[in-house]
């Protein structure tokens, strides 16, 4: 079995799965779990889980209407989210929004945590900000990765609830926001400021561009 863990606060009750065949979607033959109180979900499976030739494969977690994030106590619902298995090994693996982004990018956790202005030395698919573990040091990084994660979050299902209105659908608008917003972070080098309205407007852009691709 694999453990893991989902968040943005702790999400409760998030459709875990590791994608086995690399689709990108989830097949109820696929490992998967509903998270727990503290984001954490268990994978239990025997065989293999192989992805396609020349595939790696990623854990995702969706939410819904039943969903909790348990550090503000609200409902999380319509966000997805992934993370890949470094070196093939997803025992452990923390999915966020930050590594949503690494695989959006298909790029490594010093990228993303430069982009977004947190220390590079710190692994983004391993640290849990919620856990009851962490060193001081650890602790003054875990705020900055949980703060960024709650406004990367906030940014991504404002963009989808815009291109949904025109159209697009759920899942494709959630996934399309997070390519959008991979690419202006990479584009700007870092210097992005998530509550900037041009920036936002340049995310848009890319989300309806995607868009406008998959029609």
Known sequence: SIGASVVDGPLQNALCFLDCDCSGNFDE?????????IGGCD??????CGGAAGCDVVLYAVTDGTTLDNQ???VLDGLILSAPCPAGVCEGVVLSPL???????NTTSDEIATLVGIDPGVDLTTLNPFAGNLTPEQEA???AVSL???QLSA?????AAATQGVGVQGSDAVTDSFQALAQVLQDNGGDTDL???????????YTSDAADEED
């Not at 590594?99 to 990018?105: D, K, R, S």
């Open 148 to 150: 960024t994660n709650n």
């Open 155 to 159: 940014v991504v299902l404002g963009l």
């Open 43 to 48: 994978l239990s499976f025997s065989g293999e």
């Open 141 to 143: 990084i875990a705020s």
């Open 72 to 74: 503000t106590g609200a």
């Open 99 to 105: 590594t949503t982004l690494m695989v959006a990018l």
């Open 195 to 205: 509550e900037n309205a041009t920036d936002l407007m340049a995310c848009l852009l």
């Open 29 to 37: 033959t696929e490992p998967n779990s509903r998270t727990n109180a």
